[in-house]
């Protein structure tokens, strides 16, 4: 009889537990959908929320801030600012020291070549590898282009069609049938490198012999601004001036190339087998640089980033992953050799002849 008098003193224990719990491991109150929806970060009732993992909460707030971006803020991103500077060396160089600033054709063109088409070229790109950037540090960014949520990436697809049309139908009028096969090739180089199964993105070394399809910048820019084609030297370094740009942008997203299971140059052969593979590339611009074109300063350069891929793989980073605030600092770094690229190419023009070696 003495039993249940202190069964109900446990029952009554045990409750005054659970309710002391419950008053400190949940939230005080019931939110309503409104506040949800402007706070995702805060836990919904009911869940133990001392024990949620912290990418649980991180994804929804990222995903948030991305929608935050203006349309043309998330376009801006897209067309990849942080490439600018070496998508107008590409553009400048066929020009040397010619006069072209008070050309509105000029204008249009290089305006075309930064924006419209960068968002051919990066926003397929981005559609593409929406759930693999979605684990790269580098993205979300204007340097390094864009995070986009479902809607944006969404909208894009025909964005970037419609961002195409008036410029198809201007060069047309200015250049006649040709620039047809020029937007048939660039189209074909996006959708081959871009493809979901077969795509060359995915297939080492593809990936990186396709980068010389930028080459069709250069065939622009003659065609718009009436100079002569480059020489066939200078084809040549441009596209392997492009190899070893992609190369670099391989190397710093290995890490989530890798978790996302995809193959790549840099994830196949590793960090510091793909900075040896940069320097080799750089000591080739080097060496045409020197006996077709003779130029001492730009050949030096060249041959110093060699070397500096070199210490890196032996001493420097190695087979380590860059931070991103590196990746920000090397890119920043990189924009400033194109703009001094771009004002020797206007002052030397060394690259838009090229000189018969001779062997001598």
Known sequence: MHEFPARRATFRANFDLLRFLRENSFPPKQLNTREKFENPAIPPRGLYWRQMPEATLALPVETTDQ????????????????????????????LGHSNFIRSAVFWIGLF???????????GVNDIADAENDLRNPRKGTYLFGSRGAHEQLAALRWQIAV??????????????????WWFALMLFAVGVYN???????????????IQASYLLVFVLSSWLNH???LPWQTFLFGALFAMHSHIFGEVMDIEPDRLSGRRTTAT???????????????????LLVHFYFGDAIVTGFLGLGSVWFVLDALLFWKNRHYTPFQMRLFLWGWNA????????????????????????
């Open 67 to 94: 929608r935050r971006i203006s349309a043309p803020g998330f376009l801006l991103q897209v067309s990849r600012p942080g490439l600018w500077t070496t998508t107008a060396l590409f553009y400048l160089m066929p």
């Open 112 to 122: 075309y070549i930064l924006l419209p088409l960068g968002l051919l070229l990066y």
């Open 163 to 180: 961002a195409q049309i008036p410029f198809l139908v201007l060069f047309f009028y200015l250049l006649g049938p040709r620039i047809l």
């Open 195 to 209: 493809a979901p199964r077969f795509g060359l993105k995915g297939q080492p070394p593809f990936d990186v012999l």
């Open 227 to 229: 100079v002569a084609q």
């Open 268 to 286: 196949t052969i590793g960090p510091a087998a793909s900075k040896f593979l940069i320097a080799a590339i750089l000591s080739t611009e080097s």
């Open 337 to 360: 050799v194109a703009v001094l690229g771009m004002l020797w190419n206007w002052n030397h023009t060394t690259l838009t002849h090229a000189h018969p070696f001779t062997g001598n």
